[in-house]
């Protein structure tokens, strides 16, 4: 299994540009999760899925959209890109509540 | 709401030394307790797990944690730092039946001299 993948690994935008960031699992988890980290700030909820057509918000929604089609893929979208959104990305996912979650390698966002 | 706070953002060490990172969790039910950790430039692996079936939990490399329910505390602890430690350390509880989504606590960087 690849578990939990994420791309690109790096990317740089200006101010006001869109992107998708992509997150797929291998492991047939119903519950996937987006998170930003900044220093000094732990992780961070953006969006989250308890399963394929359900999403919901976290504590940092603003700025960020996501749906869920299909149970492995779960792509964050920027809709209009600020320097604020600065930050490494991750995505996770877990198999049921009780377990632990699996992270993706991050994805490494600078906004100009 | 449940919370988690993580004493001491660095915790410096030398090689060969105990490791002691602390967490306190805030839970009105009895929770799920996680210890993951963050080498430089990756994405977050679990450590270790309390899960209620013992209080003392052993985890990867050499790490433990101990559920002590009276203190609401999940301290992670290593016997002999070794260089290879230094990582960034999160605990992260979720309270039973709740909703699926972890609480972390802000991480605490372990830092290991020679």
């Known amino acids: 299994n690849a578990g939990v993948t994420q791309t690109p690994k790096f990317q740089v935008l200006k101010t006001g540009q869109s992107m998708t960031l992509q997150c797929a699992q291998d492991?047939?988890?119903?519950?996937m999760s987006w998170y930003r980290q900044d220093p000094g700030m732990g992780l961070r909820l953006i969006h989250y899925s308890v399963g394929a057509g359900i999403t919901d918000q976290g504590e940092v929604p603003n700025g960020y959209n996501v749906s869920r089609s299909t149970t492995e893929d779960f792509p964050l979208r920027l809709l209009s890109a600020a320097p604020s959104q600065t930050s490494v990305y991750f995505c996770?996912?877990?198999?049921?509540?009780?377990?632990?979650?699996?992270f993706g390698p991050g994805t490494r966002l600078t906004v100009l | 709401a449940q919370s988690v706070t993580q004493l001491g953002s660095h915790v410096s060490v030398s090689e060969g030394a105990l490791v002691l990172l602390r967490c306190n969790y805030s839970s009105s039910v009895p929770p799920y307790l996680f210890w993951y950790v963050q080498y430089p430039n990756q994405g977050l692996q679990l450590l270790l797990k309390?899960?209620?079936?013992?209080?003392l939990v052993k985890g990867i490399n050499g790490f433990e944690a101990e559920f002590k329910k009276s203190e609401t505390s999940f301290h992670l602890t290593k016997p002999s730092a070794h260089m290879s430690d230094a990582a960034e350390y999160f605990c992260?509880?979720?309270?039973?039946?709740?909703?699926?989504?972890?609480?972390f606590g802000r991480g605490t960087s372990l830092i290991v001299h020679p």
């Open positions: 309390y899960t209620s079936a013992a209080t």
């Open positions: 492991m047939n988890h119903e519950y």
């Open positions: 992260a509880v979720k309270k039973s039946g709740g909703s699926y989504i972890p609480t």
């Open positions: 996770a996912s877990t198999r049921t509540p009780e377990n632990e979650q699996f």
